[in-house]
């Protein structure tokens, strides 16, 4: 077991390395993450108010897709902006509660986008194989239960994570080799005994990982034996029609992980961590309002009339 050294104090900030400790670079990461936070919160924020403001879109698919724009907000909110301040200040400190709170929410956020999207799959699923039975089986109870178990899980695989964590002692380098604090940079860099915590990732990593996952490929088993079974061209493209914006989604998330994860280890591992957490927690939150109007008629719809409603009242 490894042991604390009598002549180390115990650490009680961390120091986050980045992305790149280039000083050419900083100024370009700047711009380019500023501009991608801006784009998410905003494009996330009028998917939201689109669906409050239109009563064309409450139904349970587009409640199931304001609760992912919202998600996507606090997700991107929880990296991006830290981020930011410490490229500007040039300070990369970040206190040992902050550190613990960052994680929490990473992995909060991060998991619940990948309940919301099993839960949409399930929703497309009775949507289609079960349209007549749709508004009984998927009713607004159903709805609150499916989002509110799934914050409960998520919540509750953050805080076993976050207070295993906190019992640790942290007496060798400060330095985390990661734009924010994640959960594995941070065992590593424990001198307490860290086992329990590793079992426990891995615990939680198969079930919240293969989990929705099996949800979400189940369900689109379904989708298509059923869709096949229709026996007109412009009907089985309707029908796939109201899951294309979704399996987009799913095939970006799931995707970049598995090309960053299923790779050999390789001292390039910490690389990859952070290729795959950049991916999911800010690029993906940034795509998905486009990837959600750009592709669906009644969400452009209801852009413009909110934006016809917006532009009138400063007129």
Not at 82 to 104: D, E
Not at 199 to 211: D, S
Not at 303 to 314: C, D, T, Y
Request: glycine content about 6%; some cysteine; proline content about 5%.
């Amino acid at each position: 077991m490894p042991m604390k050294p009598e002549n180390q104090t115990t650490v009680s900030e961390f120091l986050l390395l980045g992305l790149s400790e280039k000083p050419e670079h900083q100024n370009l990461l700047f711009g380019l993450f500023l501009s991608m936070y801006l784009v998410t919160v905003l494009g996330n924020l009028l998917i939201i108010l689109a669906i409050g403001t239109d009563s064309h879109l409450h139904t349970p698919m587009y409640f199931f897709l304001s609760n992912l724009s919202l998600v996507d907000i606090f997700f991107s909110s929880t990296t991006v902006p830290k981020m930011l301040v410490n490229i500007q200040t040039q300070s990369r400190a970040i206190p040992f509660a902050g550190c613990l709170a960052q994680m929490y929410a990473f992995h909060l956020f991060g998991t619940m986008d990948s309940f919301l999207l099993a839960v949409m799959a399930i929703d497309r699923l009775v949507a289609i194989v079960y349209p007549l039975r749709y508004s009984v089986l998927v009713s607004s109870r159903v709805c609150g239960l499916l989002v509110g178990g799934s914050w409960l899980v998520t919540n509750l695989q953050s805080l076993v994570h976050t207070c295993l964590m906190a019992q640790l002692t942290f007496c060798a380098s400060s330095e985390i080799p990661h734009f924010f604090c994640d959960l594995m940079p941070l065992l590593k860099l424990s001198c307490s005994d860290t086992h329990a915590n590793e079992r426990v990732v891995f615990a939680f990593g198969i079930i919240m990982g293969t989990g929705p996952l099996s949800c979400i490929l189940l369900s689109y088993i379904c989708i298509f034996r059923a869709v096949f079974r229709i026996p007109s061209a412009q009907g089985k493209w309707k029908a796939f029609s109201t899951c294309g914006s979704h399996l987009t989604v799913v095939s970006l998330f799931y995707g970049t992980i598995f090309a960053v994860y299923l790779q050999p280890v390789s001292p390039t591992s910490s690389q990859k961590d952070k290729a795959a957490a950049l991916m999911c927690g800010v690029v993906i939150p940034t795509l998905n309002p486009f990837i959600y109007s750009l592709r669906n008629k009644d969400m452009k719809a209801a852009l413009r009339k909110l934006v016809g409603r917006v532009a009138s009242s400063w007129s």
